[in-house]
Each structure stands twice: as structure tokens, then as C-alpha cells.
């Protein structure tokens, strides 16, 4: 008999068993008296051990626009988004964010720019109601720098 709630019975060939009718039955050992439902009028009866070794390598997803993307890990189990790593963004205080950005669309930045000469000189990015961009030395005692 064939045990079917500790794991999915391995298909034996020329003795497994697949009923259809008004429903679709399993029979890996080829018993019909023990055959377990798939499918039925109410729907689908899977169990977990159903899926013990399905693997997807990436799933497809399209928007409703029709742009597709394709999700999927690397070898180290980071997300990829097409293929690319995703970076998680976050808000947290006194973060450094390395590696070159590209951002599309508008930037808005409140509480200051801070600039880094080629020396390490810090400078303090203004603009005024004009429009007009100035910089200035910051001092060396200011504890709120970088």
C-alpha cells in the first residue's frame, strides 16, 4: 500500500497509474483501491510532498503595462531582479552607499551636500531662492560632517 502523507511515491514504470474521468487520480503503485485524488469539481488536492524536488531556476513576471521581469537568486542567495542584484534601499542615519548610481527621474535632497575634494577637503553645497550654487569650506571642529 502506498503511503502518501510522508512522501511522493516514486512513479515505477509500467505499473504507475493516472485515472481520469470526472476527476484525476494517482496510483504510483498501480492499486486503484488506494489511488489518491488530484484533481476534482472542488479543485485541486495536493499535498507538500507533492513538490518535494520542484525547482523553479527564476520565476516571469510581466506588469500591467507588458514589461516583463524575471526574479531569481544567485549562487550566494541574493535576489536578482533581471539578472541584476538587488540592493535593498534604506533610511538609516550615517549609512555609506558605495559602487557608482544611476537615477532616473527627480532627486530631491533636504538637509545639505556635502563634498569631497580629491584631498579630503569637505565643502558644503548652497543653493539659494535663485537658483544660485555656491560652495563653502566646511570648518574643521563641525562634528556633524560625514
Known amino acids: 500500500m502506498t503511503d502518501w502523507n ?3 511515491p516514486g512513479i515505477v514504470e509500467n505499473v504507475s497509474a493516472l485515472g481520469i474521468g470526472k476527476a484525476i487520480y494517482a496510483a504510483p503503485d498501480g492499486n486503484k483501491e488506494t489511488a489518491r485524488l488530484l484533481i476534482a469539481a ?3 488536492h495536493f499535498k507538500s510532498t507533492d513538490f518535494d524536488d520542484l525547482v523553479l531556476p527564476s520565476l516571469s513576471f510581466e506588469s500591467p503595462k507588458g514589461t516583463k521581469y524575471n526574479l531569481s537568486f544567485d549562487d550566494d ?3 536578482l531582479i533581471n539578472g541584476i542584484k538587488y540592493t535593498m ?3 538609516q542615519g550615517n ?5 557608482n548610481k544611476t537615477y532616473e527621474g527627480r532627486t530631491r535632497l533636504s538637509g545639505g551636500l556635502q563634498l569631497l575634494s580629491p584631498n579630503g577637503t569637505i565643502f558644503n553645497a548652497n543653493v539659494d531662492d535663485d537658483g544660485k550654487l555656491t560652495t563653502e ?3 574643521k571642529n563641525d562634528s556633524t560632517n560625514g
Not at 549609512?95 to 559602487?99: N, S, V
Open 6 to 8: 510522508n512522501k511522493r
Open 42 to 44: 472542488d479543485g485541486f
Open 77 to 79: 542567495g541574493a535576489l
Open 89 to 91: 534601499p534604506t533610511n
Open 95 to 99: 549609512e555609506t552607499i558605495k559602487g
Open 137 to 139: 569650506k566646511e570648518a
